[in-house]
């Protein structure tokens, strides 16, 4: 049974920092490419960032959405199984709720459409 479990969110001043988590089971998620997605009220689900499979490093090469670009990092530690997306200088803009994602490729996509297995989500409130 593939599953994936999101933990982190919660609510921040505008500026700060959250560090969510991805904990993947049933799987080995360093042969699989992953996501990191969010919804906001009223939105479509978008793309904040992606991740290659590990590949032989396991380390995996990064892709950012224009919005977050140079503010969240998004890293997998292989070990434990857990896929990271550090968030700084956030923004009330990100405030949505936040899906990791898996797709059994090397290569990721920030399309919602190409990944078979999603958590249940974490939500992230930016608010003063």
């Known amino acids: 049974q593939l599953q994936l479990v999101e933990s982190g969110g919660g609510l921040v001043q505008p500026g700060g920092s959250l560090r969510l988590a991805c904990a993947a089971s049933?799987?080995?998620?360093?042969?699989?490419?992953m996501g990191w997605f969010r919804q906001a009220p009223g939105k479509e689900r978008e793309a904040v960032s992606c991740i290659t499979s590990g590949g032989t490093a396991g380390i995996g090469t990064p892709v950012y959405a224009d919005s977050v670009e140079g503010r969240f990092t998004i890293s997998r530690d292989n070990a434990k199984n857990i896929l990271y997306l550090d968030m700084n200088d956030l923004k009330p803009e990100d405030t949505a709720d936040y899906y990791c994602?898996?797709?059994?490729?090397?290569?990721?996509?920030?399309?919602?459409?190409?990944?078979?297995?999603w958590g249940q989500g974490t939500q992230v409130t930016v608010s003063s």
């Open positions: 994602a898996a797709d059994p490729k090397y290569y990721c996509h920030l399309s919602p459409d190409r990944y078979e297995t």
């Open positions: 049933g799987f080995t998620a360093r042969y699989y490419a």
